[in-house]
C-alpha cells in the first residue's frame, strides 16, 4: 500500500513537472525559428538578426547564476511561475510592439526565464524523484522538451499562414500562461508549507551564498563540470554544422530540413533508453559512448559529399545525443550537495550553458579561418578530448 501511494506520488510529480516543459517548449519552438524572420521584417540586417536570435543564449549564460539566487528564496514551484508569466509578458509585448528594440529585450528576457525555468525544474526534480528513477526522469525531461520543439514549429506553421508572423509570439505567451497555471498543481517538497507560508519559510534564517557553494565544490566543477561543458559543446555544434554542410553540398532547403527532421527522430528514439541504461548501469555506459559517438560522427563529417552519407552521419549523431537525454543535468543532480543545492547546480548549468554557446562559435571561428571540414574535425577532436577527461572523472557509481 504504501509503496502504491509513493508511486501515485511520483507519477503526480512527474506530471506537474513535464506537464509546464511540454507546453513552454512548444512555445519555445514556435518562436525561436521565426525571431530572426521577424528582426528581418522588422528592417534589421542579417547580421542584427543573427545577434538577435543568439540572445536567447547568453541572456541564459548571464542569468544561471541569479536564477540559483531566485530559486532558493521563492521555492522551485513558484520560480517556474514566475519564469513562465514574464516569459508570457515579454512574448506578448512583442505581439502588440513593432520595435526591433522591443524584440531583442523579450528574446533577451526569454533567455533570463529560461534559466529560472530550468535551474528550478532540476532542482525539484532532485529532491522529489528517487535516486533510482533519477536519470530516467531527468532523460524523459529532455524528451518532453525534445517533442515540445518539435511540435512547436508545426504550430506556428499553422498560425503563421493563418493569421500572420507576430501571431505565433502571442501564441509562445498563450502557452507560457497555460504552463503557468499547470505548474501551480505541483506538489510541495517534504517538509515546506504551501503558498506564501512556504515563501516565507524559505527566507527564514542564513541563505547559501552562491560563491560561497561554488567554492566548496570547485573541485567537482572544474572536473566533471569542464567535461559535461566539452560534451554540451559537441552536442550543440550538430545543430550548426549539419545545415551548413548541406548547403556546402549544393543539397536544397527542403531536402537539408528532412535530415534534420530524421536526426532529431533518432535523437528522440533514445532518450528512455538511455535514461533506463544510467539508473540500471550507471552514468558512464551513456556519458561516455555518447559523446564518443557524436565525435566520431563529425570526425567523418568531411569525408560525407552525397545525401547517402550524409543521412548517416546526422543520424549517428542523433542517436548519440537522443541516448545522452537528461545526463548533463543527471550528473549535476548526482554531484549536489544537499546544502545550496539550487545555487550548486547554477554553476553546473553555467558550465552547460557556456558549451551550449561557444558550440557555434567554433565552428564559426574555425570555419572562417580554415573551412568547414577543418571545423568538423576541430570539434571531432574537443570531443575526444571530452572522452577522455570524462572517463576520468564520470563516477562508476552513485551515493545516494
Not at 18 to 27: E, H, N
Not at 207 to 236: E, I, K, M, P, Y
Not at 327 to 342: K, N, Q, W
Not at 356 to 384: K, R
Request: hydrophobic letters at 55%; a positive charge; charged letters at 10%.
Amino acid at each position: 500500500m504504501a509503496a502504491e501511494r509513493t508511486n501515485q506520488t511520483l507519477a503526480r510529480t512527474l506530471i506537474a513537472v513535464y506537464g509546464p516543459t511540454v507546453l513552454a517548449s512548444i512555445g519555445f519552438g514556435a518562436v525561436i525559428p521565426l525571431v530572426a524572420i521577424q528582426a528581418r521584417a522588422l528592417g534589421a540586417s542579417v547580421g542584427v538578426a543573427a545577434f538577435i536570435t543568439a540572445l536567447t543564449g547568453i541572456a541564459q549564460v548571464i542569468g544561471d547564476l541569479p536564477a540559483g539566487t531566485v530559486t532558493d528564496r521563492i521555492g522551485e514551484k513558484y520560480s517556474i511561475v514566475l519564469a513562465c508569466l514574464v516569459d508570457a509578458a515579454a512574448m506578448a509585448v512583442v505581439f502588440c510592439s513593432g520595435s526591433l528594440v522591443v524584440l531583442a529585450l523579450a528574446v533577451f528576457c526569454h533567455g533570463l526565464t529560461g534559466s529560472v525555468f530550468g535551474l528550478a525544474r532540476q532542482t525539484y526534480l532532485t529532491e522529489r524523484v528517487p535516486l533510482g528513477w533519477r536519470a530516467r526522469a531527468m532523460s524523459t525531461l529532455g524528451g518532453v522538451m525534445r517533442i515540445g520543439w518539435f511540435v512547436g514549429p508545426l504550430a506556428a506553421a499553422a498560425i503563421v499562414n493563418r493569421w500572420g508572423l507576430t501571431a505565433a509570439f502571442a501564441f509562445a505567451a498563450a502557452m507560457s500562461l497555460v504552463a503557468a497555471a499547470v505548474t501551480l498543481t505541483m506538489p510541495t517538497l517534504p517538509g515546506e508549507e504551501p503558498g506564501l507560508a512556504g515563501i516565507r519559510q524559505r527566507n527564514r534564517g542564513e541563505h547559501a551564498r552562491t560563491l560561497s557553494v561554488l567554492r566548496r565544490n570547485r573541485h567537482v566543477l572544474l572536473t566533471l563540470g569542464v567535461g559535461c561543458l566539452a560534451l554540451q559543446l559537441v552536442r550543440a555544434v550538430r545543430q550548426t554544422i549539419v545545415p551548413l554542410w548541406c548547403e556546402a553540398h549544393g543539397i536544397s532547403a527542403a531536402t537539408t530540413s528532412l535530415i534534420y527532421s530524421m536526426s532529431m527522430g533518432c535523437d528522440v528514439l533514445l532518450f528512455f533508453p538511455g535514461g533506463f541504461i544510467m539508473d540500471r548501469l550507471g552514468r558512464r555506459w551513456v556519458t561516455l559512448p555518447a559523446i564518443c559517438t557524436m565525435s566520431i560522427g563529425l570526425l567523418v563529417l568531411p569525408l560525407t559529399h552525397h545525401v547517402g552519407t550524409i543521412v548517416l552521419v546526422a543520424a549517428l549523431l542523433g542517436l548519440g545525443n537522443g541516448v545522452s537525454s537528461g545526463i548533463i543535468v543527471t550528473l549535476g543532480a548526482d554531484a549536489s550537495p544537499v546544502r545550496g543545492r539550487a545555487q550548486f547546480l547554477a554553476g553546473w548549468r553555467l558550465f552547460a550553458d557556456s558549451g551550449n554557446a561557444l558550440g557555434p562559435l567554433v565552428v564559426s571561428g574555425v570555419a572562417s579561418l580554415a573551412g568547414l571540414p577543418v571545423s568538423a574535425l576541430t570539434v571531432g577532436g574537443i570531443g575526444l578530448l571530452g572522452t577522455w577527461w570524462l572517463a576520468r572523472h564520470v563516477p562508476r557509481t552513485v551515493e545516494a
